[in-house]
């Protein structure tokens, strides 16, 4: 197993940018696809960002793609969201996810653990 913490949410102004990090616990968190996804306020959860246990593979939503950028330290168990150009659309809470099976798509049902979210908030 592994559990996930997320950090680094808060209010930026449209335009900024900010980066997000995921700590995880256990031991084997160098096997685990790991992912972002974000849930704005009334609306479902959505996938935002993936990457393959060994960072080779990367994937990202349409609408987030060129303002992101997803990373991972397999020496410090952790991960990270970078998003430039922020918008009030990109107000949301944010998650991190993990799963086992090296899948970096954008299907809920495939991630196995999740963190408690950050929230960010992006002022017009």
């Known amino acids: 197993q592994v559990q996930l913490v997320e950090s680094g949410g808060g209010l930026v102004q449209a335009g900024g940018s900010l980066r997000l990090s995921c700590a995880a616990s256990?031991?084997?968190?160098?096997?685990?696809?790991l992912g972002w996804f974000r849930q704005p306020p009334g609306r479902e959860r959505e996938f935002v960002a993936a990457?393959?246990?060994?960072?080779?593979?990367?994937s990202y939503a349409d609408s987030v793609k060129g303002r992101c950028t997803i990373s991972r330290d397999n020496v410090k168990n952790t991960m990270y969201l970078e998003v430039d150009s922020l918008k009030p659309e990109d107000t949301a809470g944010y998650y991190c996810?993990?799963?086992?099976?090296?899948?970096?798509?954008?299907?809920?049902?495939?991630?196995?653990?999740w963190g408690q979210g950050t929230q960010v908030t992006v002022s017009s």
């Open positions: 996810a993990a799963n086992g099976g090296n899948y970096v798509g954008a299907s809920n049902l495939a991630w196995s653990y």
């Open positions: 990457i393959s246990v060994n960072g080779g593979t990367t």
């Open positions: 256990g031991r084997t968190f160098s096997r685990y696809a």
